[in-house]
Nanobody, 115 residues
Framework: QVHPVESGGGLVQAGGSLRLSCAAS????????MGWYRQAPGKQRELVAQ???????NYADSVKGRFTISRDNAKNTVYLQMNSLKPEDTAVYYC?????????WGQGTQVTISS
C-alpha cells in the first residue's frame, strides 16, 4: 500500500509557524476525507484536523484557531498551516485518509517546538 508522503516539519521556536504538506498522488484514496494526526513521545496518536467525508473541516480543541487544514485538488495535496505553535505541539505528524482502514501509517514528519 502506498501511503501519502508528509513533509514540512522542522524545529521552530514557540509562537512560530510551519506548513505541513501531505502529497497523496500515489495513494488509492487520494486526498478524500484526509486527516492530520500527531503522536507525541509517550502519548497516543490523536486526530488534529480533518476533512470530513462531506468536505467540512474538524479540529481538535487544542489547535482550534491556530491550525488550518486546506487542500489543492489539482496537486492532490493537503496542507496543515500551523500558527502560534506551542511546545506541546511537538510530535510526529501524519496524514491519512478516513477511508484508509489499514493499520499502517506513513513515515510522518517531525515537528519540534522549542520554548
Amino acid at each position: 500500500q502506498v501511503h501519502p508522503v508528509e513533509s514540512g516539519g522542522g524545529l521552530v521556536q514557540a509562537g512560530g509557524s510551519l506548513r505541513l504538506s501531505c502529497a497523496a498522488s500515489g495513494s488509492v484514496f487520494g486526498i478524500n476525507a484526509m486527516g492530520w494526526y500527531r503522536q507525541a513521545p509517550g502519548k497516543q496518536r490523536e486526530l488534529v484536523a480533518q476533512f470530513t467525508v462531506g468536505g467540512s473541516t474538524n479540529y481538535a480543541d487544542s489547535v482550534k484557531g491556530r491550525f488550518t487544514i486546506s487542500r489543492d485538488n489539482a496537486k492532490n495535496t493537503v496542507y496543515l498551516q500551523m500558527n502560534s505553535l506551542k511546545p506541546e505541539d511537538t510530535a510526529v505528524y501524519y496524514c491519512k485518509s478516513l477511508y484508509d482502514l489499514s493499520g499502517s501509517w506513513g513515515q510522518g514528519t517531525q515537528v519540534t517546538i522549542s520554548s
